[in-house]
């Protein structure tokens, strides 16, 4: 009974987690203020507008939209673990509290891109949502599998040769260096880039903006490296721990 109210919770926890995404990436494109008639006086000004305004804004819209994409997309990976905690919950909470921000912090870079106090705002507000999802993973990576970080001199020495850039676990099961490594390094990628925009922020406003044109990169490069690396071969699973990796290494390289 407990079981059921604890998954019935969860789902609508995923449900409404997904609404929340959908109407923040829905409501990016609503900050962009259309002109009135009687601020269009002649085609010079329309000219003005479209070459200091729209066009930048459109640029900031599709990097914004594909930073909250990113972002959902990193919530569908932590929620395909089996255990999931109330501190879990509790700040996914909190992050998606701070995702509706960034609807708020666009509009701001709509009117004020050129401004470095304007992107530094947003550069800090990418950072401390990234940083709650890294947090999120480091919990749920304990609480579904502490049992295998607790002899750290038998998982010396049991380093499988075969891949050298991996460490099979105590139980000689699940190969934490392999597909939970690459969801940390897709985690890491908004991280990056939002201090790399943040350092730029002082020194150009619009590289600053285009840095996070990195996460696209990043993941791109993060997916095409490790996705013949994490394949678990001659890696005895148990059922539950073959499904929680097939299921991330679906959502990290799709059905193949």
């Known amino acids: ?42 085609g010079a000004t329309l000219n003005e507008y479209f070459v200091n305004y729209l066009f930048p804004s459109i640029l900031i819209y599709f990097l914004s939209f594909y930073i909250v994409y990113n972002f959902w997309e990193n919530t569908v990976f932590l929620l395909n ?13 909190i992050t998606m509290a701070a995702v509706c921000l960034i609807p708020f912090a ?24 990234s940083l709650l999802y890294i947090l999120m993973f480091f919990l749920l990576v304990r609480d579904n599998y502490s049992e295998h970080f607790k002899k750290k001199d038998e998982i010396k020495e049991t380093i499988h040769q075969t891949y050298d850039d991996g460490i099979e676990l105590s139980n000689l099961k699940l190969y934490v260096r392999g597909v939970l490594l690459t969801l940390f ?9 939002s201090i790399i925009s943040l350092i730029l922020a002082f020194v150009s406003p619009v590289a600053s903006l285009l840095s996070f044109v990195l996460i696209l990169i990043l993941r791109f490069v993060i997916r095409m490296k490790r ?11 148990s059922d539950e721990e073959n499904d929680l990796i097939e299921n991330i290494r679906e959502c990290i390289y799709g059905d193949d």
Do not use: C, W
Not at 10 to 23: C, H, L, S
Not at 107 to 129: A, D, H, P
Not at 185 to 193: A, D, G, N, T, V
């Open 1 to 42: 009974m407990a079981h059921n109210i604890f998954k019935n919770f969860k789902e609508r926890n995923v449900a409404i987690t997904d609404g929340v995404f959908a109407i923040a990436m829905t409501i990016l494109v609503l900050e962009i203020a259309v002109p009135t008639v009687s601020d269009i006086t002649s």
């Open 185 to 193: 390094y897709l985690l890491l990628s908004p991280l990056i880039s």
């Open 106 to 129: 666009t509009g701001f870079l709509f009117q004020f891109y050129n401004y470095v106090n304007v992107n530094i705002f947003f550069s800090l507000l990418i950072m401390v949502i």
């Open 227 to 237: 996705s013949t690396t994490d394949k678990l071969v001659d890696i005895e699973l």
């Open 81 to 93: 673990f089996k255990k999931v905690s109330n501190k879990v919950f509790s700040l996914n909470v």
